[in-house]
């Protein structure tokens, strides 16, 4: 029988907290409102999506700042993705700094302007869906580096001025739209979702070894030194080019590069000992929708493939994968609870890697109402069963009596 996975606190145990927080547990530290917020917009955000694409719903009735096909990738990647890792830098961050993260009042309004941006999004007025959705990712980055700084914790310096640099393709794209140029305002769609594909090449090539080694008896982990060493700046290039327009040899040059690292890395660290050990696996599966990912970019930019599909192979498969795997993990430890993952994790994991998958292979394989239909079915059967499973706990204090 496989160890049980350890439980996962981001960092070092918490001493933080100054005064007793009394306020209500669903505001006592970022992951709980952005898990739940996060959650429900992918399941309600991919219902309205397929709804316009199979006709379902006319798109007269669709988001009334935008064309769809932007409404949907706009909002996957700065609503839903946006969510998560606003709340998982939260939560990490206390624990980083040994300093409070927004909670309570200032937490609520922050969510409050996420959930105004994603209705706004698709209610319109356009200036004031513009107005609350620019501010958001700014006013994160900024409360989130100013604990940062109290705590002069300058190496994490980065990651704030990752939701920042974040929260600038988001104005470039809402600027590109209003001046008209589409094309523009889908390099900057592409590059956010490059971004946030380096965050889960960053913090996946941290966690995943270790989690892979506490869990998994008789696990081999290898770390691939020159892979190691090339594979942030060869991610980091790949994430470039996918903000120009360019097609031929030279960027399918560089996303073989970012694909044969990223395999590398992927192969080092034994896949096929974590199969029986859900909650670790899913991370393996998620990680490998990376190499995936940028191999199919490299196709494409030959004229040998569908570049939409290439780019779901990262959004879908990569950053789904380990948004539900990390949404499952976190909000288990820092609940209080155990990581004993039971049914509704491993129908989640599993309906996230088969939406993944049906997505990237039906295009060539299935009718159009037959792989749109099936894999945002499953994706909102998997988000729709963490609601049911997460949210009593989520809403709740923690289970053990601790803050958080």
């Known amino acids: 029988m496989p160890r049980q996975a350890p439980l996962l606190t981001i960092g070092q145990p918490d001493p933080a907290s100054r005064l007793p927080y009394t306020g209500r547990a669903v505001f006592a530290l970022g992951f709980r409102p952005f898990y739940l ?182 696990v ?49 660290w034994d896949t096929r000992r974590t199969l029986r050990t859900p909650i670790v696996s899913i991370l393996h599966v998620a990680y490998a929708f990376l190499p995936i990912g940028f191999a199919m970019l490299a196709a494409a930019a030959l004229g040998w493939g569908d570049r939409s599909t290439a780019l779901h192979a990262l959004t879908a498969g990569a950053i789904g994968g380990a948004i539900i795997a990390m949404i499952t993990r976190t909000a288990l430890g820092h609940t209080g609870r155990m990581l004993r993952t039971g049914r509704a994790e491993h129908f989640a994991y599993a309906a996230v890697a088969l939406a993944a998958l049906v997505r990237v292979a039906g295009p060539a394989l299935l009718p159009r109402e037959v792989w749109i239909g099936g894999a945002s079915l499953l994706w909102v059967a998997a988000f729709a069963t963490y609601l049911w499973r997460y949210t009593p706990w989520l809403m709740a204090p923690r289970a053990d009596g601790r803050e958080g």
């Open 220 to 268: 081999h982990v290898r770390r691939v030194v020159w892979a190691e060493r090339a594979i942030v700046p060869a991610t980091a290039l790949a994430v470039a080019m996918l903000a120009t327009p360019l097609q031929g040899i030279v960027p399918a040059i560089v996303f073989a590069a970012a694909a044969v690292v990223q395999a590398v890395r992927w192969a080092g």
């Open 37 to 218: 917020l996060a959650a429900a917009f992918a399941a309600l955000g991919m219902a309205l999506w397929a709804a316009l694409l199979l006709g379902v719903l006319p798109s007269a009735q669709g988001p009334a700042t935008m064309a769809p096909l932007f409404w949907h990738a706009h909002e996957m990647v700065f609503g839903f993705a946006a969510a998560v890792v606003v709340g998982f830098l939260f939560t990490a961050g206390k624990n980083w700094t040994g300093l409070q993260t927004p909670q309570g009042a200032q937490l609520a309004g922050l969510a409050a302007l996420w959930l105004a941006a994603r209705v706004l999004m698709w209610t319109g007025p356009v200036p004031l869906a513009v107005a609350a959705d620019v501010a958001f990712l700014p006013a994160c980055g900024v409360a989130f580096l100013r604990v940062l700084r109290r705590a002069k914790s300058a190496r994490n310096y980065g990651l704030a001025i990752a939701l920042l640099v974040l929260g600038a393709i988001n104005a470039a794209f809402h600027a590109a739209l209003a001046w008209d140029a589409p094309l523009a305002a889908l390099r900057c769609l592409d590059a956010a979702a490059g971004l946030v594909c380096l965050f889960v090449t960053v913090i996946g090539g941290r966690v995943i070894p270790m989690f892979t080694s506490n869990a998994v008896p008789g």
